[in-house]
């Protein structure tokens, strides 16, 4: 593997974003492209799905390379090295004789060398849903939303209908419902082409959306009825943080 080192000037957004991903899979590969950084893995239940793009100008300094480059790392061990930031660091991940060396750039260069792991390259399709509704949200309003759900029950109910979208839980702990309206200030853009409703299981989307919500301040919901959701986070310099998580059976 050639020698190459991607820098981002961040290393607490890029902490939040491994931690983000962290959310579904223990361990995966980032993949370096011409045009950006890449990851996209499954689960072990294969219930949920994490997306993730970060364009090559959001990073300080990116390679030129003519093909794709896969990075495999366990996010435990990226998250422990992560939390040593100290505010103004950059990190820098660079690819050396197999190895992944980490690099916190900041008023001394702090680095860890870590094992590049061995990843299956299953090549995963974006999930074929036929969305009918559309919102885009604060991303801290749905985080807090999942919370208050989470308090009552271990699943969610999302229910977008023409005047706003529903989220509501219910269990003998008691009942929450949160009503975004479609002209609310928390509400950037709505569009039901037709009503839509699912439930989920909280385990996931509570801690999706409160971890992504610290790197994003807007999230796109989309919805059909008894389908998979999608949440896409936009985070900085133009790239996005995607979920899909599978509906659970009523």
Request: proline share 4%; hydrophobic share 45%.
């Amino acid at each position: 593997m050639a020698k190459l080192s991607v820098v981002y000037a961040d290393a607490r957004e890029f902490l939040y974003i491994v931690d983000s991903i962290s959310v579904v899979v223990e361990e995966s590969a980032f993949a370096i492209k011409p045009e950006g950084m890449t990851l996209r893995a499954l689960d072990p239940s294969r219930t949920a799905m994490v997306d993730l793009f970060m364009p090559r100008d959001a990073f300080d300094e990116y390679p030129d390379i003519g093909e794709e480059v896969r990075i495999g790392v366990s996010f435990k061990d990226l998250k422990k090295i992560l939390r040593r930031v100290r505010k103004g660091d950059k990190v820098a991940m660079e690819i050396d004789e197999g190895k992944l060396k980490v690099k916190l750039l900041g008023r001394a260069v702090r680095s860890v060398t870590l094992p590049i792991i061995e990843t299956a390259a299953e090549e995963l399709p974006t999930p074929r849903v036929v969305f009918t509704a559309l919102i885009r949200t604060a991303s801290d309003v749905v985080a807090q939303a999942l919370k208050d759900a989470d308090a009552v029950s271990d699943s969610v109910k999302f229910e977008a209908l023409d005047d706003a979208l529903y989220i509501r839980a219910s269990s003998d702990k008691g009942e929450v419902e949160v009503k975004l309206d479609r002209e609310g200030e928390a509400v950037y853009e709505y569009d039901v082409k037709e009503p839509a409703s699912s439930m989920f299981s909280t385990e996931y989307l509570v801690d999706i959306a409160s971890k992504a919500s610290r790197i994003s301040d807007i999230t796109t919901i989309e919805l059909a009825t008894a389908k998979p959701i999608s949440m896409n986070f936009e985070i900085p310099a133009g790239g996005r943080l995607t979920y899909f998580v599978a509906p659970r059976v009523e």
